[in-house]
């Protein structure tokens, strides 16, 4: 099976990545790939894709990492909605934002009241503070 995935090829703390077609048993390093697709500079966010031979690629039955499929998605080439590819212990913060307003939401439902059955409870009177006396001599 054929994948479309990122190849490191930048040096360190300079990542660029080429979007290559490799078959699904090799690594992406194994410099043994089927084709280049695409360029990815990850500094300025620079993303430059053969539309053409992606979608031609992707027809024969390739498979888009999901890095590369997100991609594929900004640029037109796929339709669809972008895959969350960031780990699982870190959520998307909008993510986070719904799901936490969901239960307050929940919250401001009226809440149903007890029967009034019991009479009302008074809360005991507060005692005068006492008087300190005072020794005349």
Known sequence: MLKIRLQRIGRRHDPHF?????????????????????????KLGDIQIDAE???????????????????????GILKGKKKNVLPKKTPIVKEVAET???????KEAPAVEAPATEAPVEAP??????????TEE
């Open 18 to 42: 080429r979007m290559v077609v490799v078959d699904s048993r090799q690594g992406p390093k194994s410099g043994k790939f089927v084709a280049k697709v695409g360029s990815y500079n990850a």
């Open 100 to 106: 936490a307003a969901e239960p307050a939401k929940a």
């Open 125 to 134: 009177a507060a005692e005068p503070a006492a008087e300190i006396e005072s």
């Open 53 to 75: 031979a992606a979608k031609k690629y992707l027809d024969t039955g390739a498979q888009p990492s999901d890095t590369v499929y997100n991609m594929l998605v900004t640029h």
